[in-house]
């Protein structure tokens, strides 16, 4: 079952009871048909999926469609992008950039990019987060962006994405945040581009064309 | 030379060796081995420039981008049009510019004070040269032509660039009723005569 793009901005999902729709709370725009709607807590993976969802800031409160009918999902007006998995590789993009996936598909708090504690305590710092939901599975995926979701291939290493404007990347990428903050940051006469996060492996990686958080 | 290409809402730049100028902070993507550094006072134009700016509230903040790669631009998600200058001079809100080739030069052109009041300022940032300036807007950019004889007027908090030979002027429609909130909503507009073209932005900042 996959999302229907209805525009740039709705999609719609037809839901039955062998596949219901995991989506953002309060995303429904209309239904027709019998559906219910009942609030799932965090990222799903038990006690410890909760834990990790709390710790990490990467919780989004979630609600499950179930029924049959067909539903419109979006949100606040922003662009959305419907990824399909084929089941060999998994998405990972922030959580709040979910807006509705296929129930069956399965999530879980990653870490990504290396260094420990101190990577994460920079990632805090750009308010980006290296914390970071991984979505794995077949199924579709409805991402929201700001202005679009734009692919980048990532084929080998070299490609370096700003951390506000990163939605989420699929495939074998590992993603390294670099810092280069110099006196110059410091004083207020930085490039603005002081954090980067950079990929290398095999894959795509889809950033938006702005650099505004929601 | 530097090729500028807009898709959509993002600007590619192909850098080999080049250093370009571009809005601080709006890279959002680039492949291979750039360097990024903050382009100094005034959008590289020095103490002068800085001041003109600061005077007239065209203040621009510009980093340079050097090395060889290519280099994704964005801007609030706001639309991209790539400019090709030769030689001639284009007037641009300098909130819109995202993007200077390395042959251009950004100066501030005042045509009187009156604009400050508005807000918006009839002092706009010119950019003359010869090579490629990317500028954003909120929606697609409408060109609206001008003609001897047939001025256009536009809404000061839509108008994005202009050129040509032409002679700006701040329209004044402030009345008591303005005065009292009864106002037509439009109490400035911008009156282009001459030869050119305008480029307005179908949202009023």
């Known amino acids: 079952m996959a999302f229907e793009q209805v525009n740039s901005k709705v999609v719609r999902a ?49 609600m499950a469609t179930e029924g ?31 807006l509705a996936h296929d129930a069956n598909l399965q999530t879980g708090v990653e870490f990504i990019g290396q260094g420990g504690i101190r990577a994460a305590v920079r990632g805090a710092m750009t308010g980006q987060g290296l914390f970071t939901t991984k979505v794995s599975g077949a199924g579709a ?17 070299g490609v370096a994405v700003d951390p506000q404007a990163y939605v989420g990347h699929v495939g074998n990428i590992q993603v390294d945040l670099a810092a280069k903050v110099g006196w110059r940051d410091a004083v207020g006469r930085g490039s603005g581009e002081a954090f980067q996060l950079k990929m290398s492996g095999q894959g795509t990686v889809y950033i938006q064309a702005s650099e505004q958080k929601f | 030379m530097v090729t500028l290409t807009a898709d ?38 020095g103490f002068k420039a800085a001041l003109k700016q600061k005077v007239s509230g ?41 993007a200077v080739s390395g042959g251009l030069t950004l100066d501030v052109k005042f045509s009187g004070l009156q604009g400050m009041t ?6 706009t940032t010119t950019v003359t040269g010869q090579g490629q300036v990317a500028i954003v807007s909120d929606g697609p950019l409408i060109a609206l032509a001008v003609q001897q004889g047939v001025p256009v007027v536009v809404d000061p908090d839509a108008f994005v660039a202009s050129f040509g030979q032409m002679s700006m002027n701040l329209v004044s429609g402030v009345s008591w009723k303005s005065l009292v909130g009864e106002g037509s909503g439009e109490p400035f507009s911008l009156r282009f005569e001459g030869a050119g073209t305008v480029l307005v932005q179908p949202a009023e900042r």
């Not at chain 1, 410890?48 to 710790?55: P, S, T, Y």
């Not at chain 1, 979701?149 to 290493?157: Q, R």
Request: hydrophobic share 40%; aromatic share 4%; proline share 2%.
């Open chain 1, 68 to 98: 049959t009918g067909s539903v419109l999902y979006g949100f606040r007006g922003l662009h959305v992008t419907v990824i399909e998995l084929n089941g060999s590789g998994s998405l990972t993009c922030e959580a709040d950039r979910l």
């Open chain 1, 14 to 62: 037809q839901v039955s009871p062998a596949t219901a729709v995991l989506a953002r709370r309060g995303a429904m725009l209309g239904y027709d048909g019998q559906v219910t709607f009942r609030p799932v807590a965090g990222q799903g993976g038990g006690v410890g999926g909760f834990v990790g969802a709390a710790l990490s800031g990467e919780s989004n409160p979630m």
């Open chain 2, 8 to 45: 959509k809402r993002l600007l590619h730049a192909d850098l080999a060796g080049e250093t370009i100028r571009a809005a601080t902070g709006s890279m959002v993507a680039y492949t291979g081995n750039v360097e990024f550094k903050n382009a100094g006072m005034g959008g590289g134009g």
């Open chain 2, 58 to 98: 065209e203040s621009i903040k510009l980093m340079e981008c050097s090395g060889s790669g290519r280099v994704t631009f964005a801007q609030d998600a706001m639309d991209v049009t790539v400019i090709d200058l030769t030689g001639d001079t284009l007037a641009v809100e300098s909130e819109h510019i995202l």
């Open chain 1, 141 to 157: 995926v409805a991402l929201l962006s700001h202005g679009g979701t734009y692919a980048i291939p990532v084929d080998g290493g």
């Open chain 2, 118 to 123: 508005s807000g918006q300022g009839l002092a």
